[in-house]
């Protein structure tokens, strides 16, 4: 069975760093895009940072370029999110997804992905 484990969220001070980390089972990996997605109370699901296992490539919105750094390690079947510089903006629930293949990252969006993680509470206290 395919899963994914989102974990990592917690309350942090605003400028405080976060590392997020996307445990994935039944599947690896490096076969799959992965996607960081996240919604804040009243906003709509935003794709925040994606990366494609097959060759490494990243994808940021605007919102955290800079700010956060996504990776993956393979040996561990792992996607993780450093976020740093954490603002109070940030504050959401944050969800990881996976999408089979080589997507175009840019265009990953939360509802067309083929497996899903619960999502962890981060929040960003000013």
């Known amino acids: 069975m395919c899963r994914l484990q989102a974990s990592g969220g917690g309350l942090v001070q605003a400028g405080g760093s976060l590392r997020l980390s996307c445990a994935a089972s039944g599947f690896s990996v490096g076969d799959y895009a992965i996607g960081w997605f996240r919604q804040a109370p009243g906003k709509d699901r935003e794709g925040i940072s994606h990366?494609?296992?097959?060759?490494?490539?990243?994808y940021y919105a605007d919102s955290v370029r800079d700010r956060f750094t996504i990776s993956s390690d393979n040996a561990k079947n792992t996607v993780y999110l450093q976020m740093d510089s954490l603002k109070p903006e940030d504050t959401a629930v944050y969800y990881c997804?996976?999408?089979?293949?080589?997507?175009?990252?840019?265009?990953?969006?939360?509802?067309?992905?083929?497996?899903w993680g619960k999502g962890t509470l981060v929040t960003v206290s000013s």
């Open positions: 990366i494609r296992g097959g060759d490494g490539s990243t």
């Open positions: 997804a996976a999408k089979r293949g080589s997507p175009y990252l840019p265009m990953l969006y939360y509802d067309g992905m083929d497996y």
